[in-house]
């Protein structure tokens, strides 16, 4: 198996999102919660080069724990949340 790269890859490299299902690339990844990392970031590009030694030495310990360790959300829970956000905005405009 090939050494992965010391380096994150630029942005002509893309792997397949697990959460959006399309092709993504790192940079997105890096930055896709409000400027904090995808909280799958590291399970997706831990292949292709030490990303929790990179994220480690960025991230300060509150926004790692912020990221990585933070119980999430049930997504049926959010799924809610958006429908009931959604349907606020159509009764204000009405």
């Given amino acids: 198996m ?3 790269e010391s380096v994150p890859p630029d942005d002509d490299f893309k792997i397949r999102c697990r959460k959006l299902g399309h092709q993504i690339h790192f940079s997105y990844c890096r930055r896709e919660s409000s ?3 995808c909280f ?7 292949p292709y080069f030490p990303i929790e030694a990179l994220l480690r030495g960025e991230l300060t310990e509150e ?3 912020d990221v990585f360790e ?4 049930p997504k049926i829970l959010s799924l809610v949340e ?3 956000q959604a ?6 405009k009405g």
């Fill in 70 to 73: 933070k119980p999430r959300q």
């Fill in 2 to 4: 090939k050494k992965p």
């Fill in 35 to 37: 400027g904090l990392p």
């Fill in 40 to 46: 799958k970031i590291l399970d997706c590009w831990y």
């Fill in 82 to 84: 958006l429908i009931e």
């Fill in 87 to 92: 349907q606020k905005r159509t009764q204000a």
């Fill in 63 to 65: 926004e790692w724990q």
